[in-house]
T-cell receptor
């Protein structure tokens, strides 16, 4: 069966540009999480969806970050007016409850 | 708040050596504990988990036991292989099924022939 997929795998943006990162979770998984992983560090929580409801967005670092999951399946993480400190790998994970299953991530580089 | 601490790396071992990566946690209640592994160029993979005290998680020769009295979840393997070279993350999540995962900083392991 297919795992969690993310696209694009790599994204280079100029400072100030908007970017959109996509996550396709495992079919049937109710929960979806976004994490940010800076170089050499562990992933840090950004936001959580249960179906289409965003139940926790406490980890979003600023109001430039926005996530949605309108139909309770695919999710998009949008970053407006990107800054250099946004450079990181953005990981998506889905879960049926319990352990989370991670996608390969999108490596974002902001120049 | 909840947190995870794990031993600093990098760790370099010879093939067939014994591996221990220490992990301790701070959490309220009864969290679930995990080890995730990230091989070079690949995404995070769940290696093993334990959901209650004294549980032992195991997979691919790796083991870790949930020790509530010492708030620890140390990863061990009796004989490492070159293919075990990766970054290992200790992690926890809360008591509910839909809690976020809190990760440690990761320990890089290199196994040399």
């Amino acid at each position: 069966g297919a795992g969690v997929s993310q696209s694009p795998r790599y994204k280079v943006a100029k400072r100030g540009q908007d970017v959109a990162l996509r996550c396709d979770p495992i079919s049937g998984h109710v929960s979806l999480f976004w994490y940010q992983q800076a170089l050499g560090q562990g992933p840090e929580f950004l936001t959580y969806f249960q179906n289409e409801a965003q139940l926790d967005k406490s980890g979003l670092p600023s109001d430039r970050f926005f996530a949605e999951r309108p139909e309770g399946s695919v999710s998009t993480l949008k970053i407006q007016r990107t800054q250099q400190e946004d450079s990181a790998v953005y990981l998506c994970a889905s879960s049926p409850g319990g352990a989370q299953y991670f996608g390969p991530g999108t490596r974002l580089t902001v120049l | 708040g909840n947190s995870v601490t794990q031993m600093e790396g990098p760790v370099t071992l010879s093939e067939e050596a014994f591996l221990t990566i220490n992990c301790t946690y701070t959490a309220t209640g009864y969290p679930s504990l995990f080890w995730y592994v990230q091989y070079p160029g690949e995404g995070l993979q769940l290696l093993l988990k334990a959901t209650k005290a004294d549980d032992k998680g195991s997979n691919k020769g790796f083991e870790a036991t949930y020790r509530k009295e010492t708030t620890s979840f140390h990863l061990e393997k009796g004989s490492v292989q070159v293919s075990d070279s990766a970054v290992y993350f200790c992690a926890l999540s809360g008591e509910t099924s839909y809690d976020k995962v809190i990760f440690g900083p990761g320990t890089s392991l290199s196994v040399i022939p």
